[in-house]
T-cell receptor, first 114, second 110 residues
Framework: EAEVAQSPRYKITEKSQAVAFWCDPISGHATLYWYRQILGQGPELLVQFQDESVVDDSQLPKDRFSAERLKGVDSTLKIQPAELGDSAMYLC????????????FGPGTRLTVL | KQEVTQIPAALSVPEGENLVLNCSFT??????LQWFRQDPGKGLTSLLLIQSSQREQTSGRLNASLDKSSGRSTLYIAASQPGDSATYLCAVRDTGKLIFGQGTTLQVKP
């Protein structure tokens, strides 16, 4: 069964360091999402891609976060510099092109900033 | 601005009991609603997807209903089992993105 892949699964870093997360969506899924989930809360969208284009990055802290999906397939989310408040689960999801379709989530990357 | 609320925040039941989890949303102009399960420290597993034109969806012991006009959805779990213990999240899709509730953490005691 096709799945969304994410790596690493866990990341511990010190504040002010740079971190990067990788996501490989289900093959053929045009839309890719990055969500952040703080412990005890629901996920919140950071950025949405349609193919290689950003559709929504209104909640992305652009002073320190960046995201790319250069060839419209896999994607990288970067934080530089990391802050203590960035400790959270970072989830990647994908779906086929239309808005009525189900979103499928990867296992997530648990980030701890010390 | 769309807001999603889930009540209760936590629920503990004995094994075998039927239970209902509630989800409410403030703007009825949604494309669909999705229920997820999340085990501690894990990603989200999609349970059921209800399109805006549908009233309910069923999968095994799970049944989800949607009442758009009142802004409500329920997830019914029949004959609960200890393996059902997890956090259940509902999310509505009103444009491209999902907007999540904070979840209901369910504990099913043997």
């Amino acid at each position: 069964e096709a799945e969304v892949a994410q790596s690493p699964r866990y990341k511990i870093t010190e504040k002010s360091q740079a971190v990067a997360f990788w996501c490989d969506p289900i093959s053929g899924h045009a839309t890719l999402y990055w969500y952040r989930q703080i412990l005890g809360q629901g996920p919140e969208l950071l950025v949405q891609f349609q193919d290689e284009s950003v559709v929504d990055d209104s909640q992305l802290p652009k002073d320190r976060f960046s995201a790319e999906r250069l060839k419209g397939v896999d994607s990288t989310l970067k934080i530089q510099p990391a802050e203590l408040g960035d400790s959270a689960m970072y989830l990647c999801a994908s779906s086929p092109r239309t808005v009525i379709n189900e979103q499928f989530f990867g296992p997530g990357t648990r980030l701890t900033v010390l | 601005k769309q807001e999603v609320t889930q009540i209760p925040a936590a629920l503990s039941v004995p094994e075998g009991e039927n239970l209902v989890l509630n989800c409410s949303f403030t703007d009825s102009a949604i494309y669909n609603l999705q229920w997820f399960r999340q085990d501690p420290g894990k990603g989200l597993t999609s349970l059921l997807l209800i399109q805006s034109s549908q009233r309910e969806q069923t999968s095994g012991r799970l049944n989800a209903s949607l009442d758009k006009s009142s802004g409500r959805s329920t997830l019914y779990i029949a004959a609960s089992q200890p393996g059902d213990s997890a956090t259940y999240l509902c999310a509505v899709r009103d444009t491209g993105k999902l907007i999540f509730g904070q979840g209901t953490t369910l504990q099913v005691k043997p």
